[in-house]
């Protein structure tokens, strides 16, 4: 049973990602009016918050955008920081939203953060007990290695209201800042 769930879960995950990959490429294309980067779309959403001390901050890869609380750094790629297409500006903002988070205090970016390192101690002894009980025929070893490598799931559960949340933010507010149009936001949605 355990076994299906996981299955279910890693299927969802990429699915999820298939449709990002998907999207992204569509709206990499389409440049915003407002010919903002990434990059400044970030600085500008930070400042009109009050979090001018969060460095934003060019890094390698490609959709390996995110938001460092204890750095205070919001990391874009490469193609988000100097973009100035609809994807970038969405992404850029995407991730201020995860500041704004932080910022205002939202329950479940506190959860998901408390659950850190179980949820890493989980995934190197989860593999560990599988591994040992499989050489040593030790059923209950198996079954608490996979509820341990489990509580990623629990992990990823607690990060989708946060991750839905830093959105509907970013959305929010690059319209009222007048960083896209109305037609743009269709596409950072």
């Excluded at 297409?85 to 988070?101: D, F, N, R, T």
């Excluded at 040593?136 to 799931?153: D, H, K, P």
């Amino acid at each position: 049973m355990d076994v299906i769930f996981i299955g279910l879960a890693l299927l969802i995950t990429g699915l999820a990602q298939i449709i990002l990959s998907i999207k992204y490429a569509v709206y990499k294309k389409k440049d915003v009016v407002s010919d903002l980067t990434g990059k400044e779309v970030a600085e500008k959403i930070l400042k009109e918050h009050g979090l001018e001390e969060i460095n934003v901050v060019e890094i390698s890869g490609n959709l390996t955008d995110h938001y460092n609380n204890s750095e205070k750094t919001v990391n874009l790629s490469s193609d988000i920081y100097n973009g100035r297409s609809i994807a970038s500006v969405a992404v850029a903002a995407h991730e201020c939203g995860h500041a704004l988070q932080y910022k205002d205090g939202y329950g479940p970016i506190k959860l998901r953060n408390n659950l850190v390192p179980f949820v890493n101690i989980g995934n190197k002894l989860g593999y560990i007990a599988i591994v040992i009980s499989l050489a040593a025929s030790w059923t209950n070893l198996f079954v608490l290695g996979v509820v341990l490598i489990s509580l990623a799931v629990v992990f990823q559960l607690v990060t989708l209201p946060c991750e839905f949340n830093a959105s509907i933010r970013a959305n929010k507010v690059i319209l009222e800042m007048g960083l896209v149009t109305e037609d743009e936001q269709r596409g950072t949605k």
